[in-house]
């Protein structure tokens, strides 16, 4: 059976209490085990939106592999460049926002392309992609402290899917410093690209060589969760199905993080392969399926980063990185604040200095936020 | 002397004369001296370099992988004695090390185009030398290079083509896709048919391979419909069918290196080794080392014809440019002697300049220093005359008063004189 069915089938059961009461007639019903049932109709009621940024560089696959993993074609009439074109080429953002719904689940999927990243010959600003992370903060810090806070639009970057090509042995110095730059502002999720020019000894080679040298460089990568240990027993037992079900054919006891980074295979195309119509890949010498687990693992990352923790990674965004931000931008506030008012202080009198006392959270007026902050950001860049 | 030319004319032979062999003769003496042949593999760590060498050669040749941090790109280079058959050949590999690592790649060019003409200086030198044995000459230059190009899908890179284009010049440049097994029948076409035009509107010349001769003509136009090849490289062997044959294999499929249906390996195996290989040594000699020749000595100052169109010969010049040179060399250790004396002179006037002012102001010293003792001698001559004439007046103070009191002592008897 299907480990994502299983999962599903214990959802629903927490969502049906009528079973739950045929073992609780003896206490007193009270009721609020509802409660997962009204959220998820709230949920369901209110849509979700996600933003995913692809990163790498061009022509390893990242199209191909976000059509794939959605079923969608997001990049329609899409203009290459010539390699002469790209030689002083810097890096740019590109939106692409759809709106898609499954069984009654509305996704606002917002992808960042990142397109130019690594074209040129000289390839160390990778500035514009930090700057639009840390704008979309920005905005919602912004929004999170304004007066009106009923439509704030959340374009913060839930998880960036960095793309390593399959050629080399092992992370590039390219990779190492732009990981570096991003571990700490989103959640990075690291891909072998184009994984159909490895053969099996190859990838396992390759991806033992990227996780010693993400280790060695400190890289912080996304940590797909382990279960909290007040989990119910049957999540338990069904988590440690779902790993054991992620190893390899012949080696059922690997764990995810053995698996990681995924190398993954994707395809726009689609093809007859053992009597069924597949997405794939046809070579004179095999077909390669996206969809095979023996072929590669983009079942693994469509069901992790989809079907299991797209809420997980929305919830780190918020709690980690965001927080970490915020707390920064406060601190960088404070601290600007006081430097202006020990330069007024020279020559006003001790009421200054009584004000600066009174408020450890900045004075600064709410209504014209964006002077104050410009004054910062140009501090910052100062700086 | 006069020597009188006469038109030449072509004669009928009326029998078997022998000269027919004089090609075989080539090819004896050529096979005993052996061959030798210079590989410049350029390329991104961990692309297939070594990997196919070691297939096209059907050895496995020692060789380390490389990591991706390496500061800057790094030739290596590795000599081999092979023999097939009685052919004796002697292959040199140059492997590009850290080649498209660095985050900055604007330097990457230049340690693989510096490599390429030393080996042309180095012959250079040995041709212009007095007492030279080119016949012995261990020829180091490269006659191919073979540029493996990444199957990013879209296109190339743009290292490769700035690279292929400061190459193009010094080398025979090969173009070659490696890890073809990444792409489908039809990608590949698109790939090849991109390539060759960004190629082709940047200006960059690939090595064509000669398409006049009839032997081997119509294989080499074959060929360069080809281009660029992509390859797959492998060591393994895997049993297809009921052979064994050097193989890649995958969860889905088994990509043979030496099938056309595969990839191009045959055909890069045909062109390179079994065809043109000594068109490529060919080439190399008369096309890019006469330009890079031709340059050299234009930078030194020769050249063939001077202004009144009278061909000089090497001799003259180099007599003539060593008595300029000579001459030169005089003139400026004139000048400089010349200068080194001026400066001599100076600190001399110098030094004795501030001697005079030294004098000058002893002298000075030395009159206050009489001056004062003057004044002081003065002084103490009043002094001392002051000091007589007060004890001069002391004196006559005593005698004054001595005598005063004589007097005194005297009145009384005199006044009792008169009482009586």
């Known amino acids: 059976m299907d480990a994502i ?10 969502l049906c209490p009528r079973v739950r009461t045929a073992r609780q007639k003896e ?3 009270v009721g609020f085990a509802t409660l997962p049932n009204q959220v998820h109709r709230k949920s369901v009621k209110k849509g979700f939106d996600f933003t995913l940024m692809v990163a790498g560089e061009s022509g390893m696959g990242k199209s191909t592999l976000v059509n794939s993993l959605f079923l969608t074609d997001l990049y329609k009439d899409r203009k290459l460049l010539n390699a002469e074109e790209r030689i002083n080429q810097t890096v740019e953002i590109i939106k692409h926002t759809v709106d898609i719904e499954e069984k009654g689940v509305k996704l606002k999927l917002t992808i960042v392309d990142t397109p130019g990243f690594g074209d040129a010959v000289n390839n160390n600003d990778w500035k514009p992609i930090t700057d639009y992370i840390d704008q979309q903060f920005e905005q919602y810090f912004r929004d999170e402290s304004g007066l009106n806070r009923k439509n704030i639009q959340d374009n913060r970057v839930h998880c960036c899917l960095y793309f390593i090509p399959p050629f080399g042995h092992g992370l590039r110095p390219v990779d190492v410093e732009f990981m570096k730059a991003l571990h700490e502002k989103v959640n990075i999720i690291p891909l072998i690209a184009k994984a159909d020019c490895l053969t099996p000894t190859e990838i396992k080679k390759l991806k033992d060589r990227i996780r010693e040298e993400i280790d060695k460089f400190g890289i912080k990568v996304y940590q797909f969760p382990e279960c909290d240990s007040d989990e119910d027993e049957e999540f338990k037992q069904l988590d440690k199905e779902l790993k054991a079900n992620w190893g390899q054919n012949n080696n059922p006891s690997l764990c995810v ?27 004179p010498w095999g077909i390669v399926e996206v969809e095979n687990q023996s072929h590669c693992d983009f079942v693994k990352l469509r069901n992790m980063l989809i079907r299991s923790h797209m809420h997980d990674l929305k919830d780190v965004t918020c709690d980690v990185h965001y927080e970490n931000y915020r707390a920064q931008c406060i601190q960088e506030m404070t601290r600007f604040v006081s430097l202006c008012e020990k330069e007024s202080d020279e020559e006003k009198s001790k009421l200054a200095q009584d004000n600066r006392m009174e408020s450890p959270i900045p004075i600064l007026p709410l209504s014209t936020p964006d002077a104050d902050t410009e004054k910062l950001i140009k501090m910052k860049d100062e700086e | 002397m006069v020597i009188k030319n006469e038109e030449m004319r072509s004669l009928e032979l009326s029998g078997q004369v022998g000269f027919n062999s004089l090609p075989h003769q080539v090819v004896r003496k050529l096979v005993s001296q052996g061959f030798c042949f210079n590989i410049l593999c350029v ?34 280079s590795q000599t081999y004695e092979l023999q097939e058959n009685t052919v004796k050949l002697k292959l040199t590999i140059v492997h590009t090390v850290g080649f498209g690592d660095q985050i900055n790649k604007d330097e990457s060019c230049k340690p693989i185009l510096d490599y390429i003409e030393a080996q042309f200086e180095k012959y250079l030198e040995e041709e212009l030398k007095i007492k030279r044995s080119l016949s012995n000459y261990d020829d180091t230059r490269i006659h191919i290079c073979l540029y493996f190009i990444a199957p990013t899908g879209h296109t190339l890179k743009t290292l490769d083509l700035v690279m292929m284009k400061k190459l193009d010049s010094k080398v025979n440049i090969i173009p070659i896709i490696a890890k073809a097994d990444i792409m489908s029948k039809t990608e590949l076409g698109n790939l090849k048919m991109k390539i060759m035009t960004e190629l082709q509107s940047y200006g960059v010349q690939i090595y064509q391979f000669p398409n006049e001769d009839e032997e081997v003509g119509e294989i080499n136009s074959s060929l360069n419909a080809h281009l660029p090849f992509a390859v797959v490289g492998s060591m393994e062997d895997v049993k297809i069918g009921n052979r064994m044959v050097k ?12 099938n056309e249906e595969h990839c191009d390996f045959v055909h890069l195996r045909e062109m390179l080794l079994r065809v043109n290989m000594d068109d490529l040594r060919e080439q190399t000699h008369s096309r890019h080392y006469e330009l890079y020749r031709r340059c050299k000595l234009q930078e030194m100052g020769f050249k063939d014809t001077d202004p009144d169109s009278q061909s000089f010969s090497l001799q003259e010049m ?13 003139h400026r250790e004139e000048s400089m002697r010349q200068m080194f004396v001026n400066k001599v002179k100076e600190t001399e006037a110098e030094l004795k300049e501030k001697e005079k002012e030294l004098h000058e102001r002893f002298e000075v010293l030395k009159r206050m220093h009489q001056e004062e003792k003057r004044n002081l001698e003065e002084k103490r001559r009043e002094l001392e005359e002051d000091m007589n004439a007060f004890n001069r007046r002391k004196v006559a103070a005593e005698m004054l008063m001595g005598q005063a009191l004589q007097g005194c002592s005297q009145q009384p008897l005199k006044k009792e004189k008169d009482k009586k």
Request: overall charge neutral.
């Open chain 1, 5 to 14: 069915m299983l999962q599903e089938k214990l959802v629903e059961r927490l």
């Open chain 1, 27 to 29: 206490k007193q019903y």
């Open chain 1, 257 to 283: 993080q053995e698996c990681t980074p995924f190398a993954v295979i994707g395809s726009n195309t689609v093809v007859e392969a053992r009597g069924q119509r597949v997405r794939g890949r046809l070579y």
């Open chain 2, 43 to 76: 390329g991104e760590t961990g692309i297939g370099k070594s990997t196919l060498i070691n297939t096209l050669f059907n050895t496995t040749f020692e060789n380390e992988e490389a990591d991706h941090y390496e500061q800057e790109v790094k030739l290596r």
């Open chain 2, 247 to 258: 193989a890649r294999s995958y969860p889905w499929g088994a990509v043979q290196v030496e």
């Open chain 2, 318 to 330: 180099y007599e003539a440019k060593r008595r300029e040179f000579l001459k030169e060399l005089q």
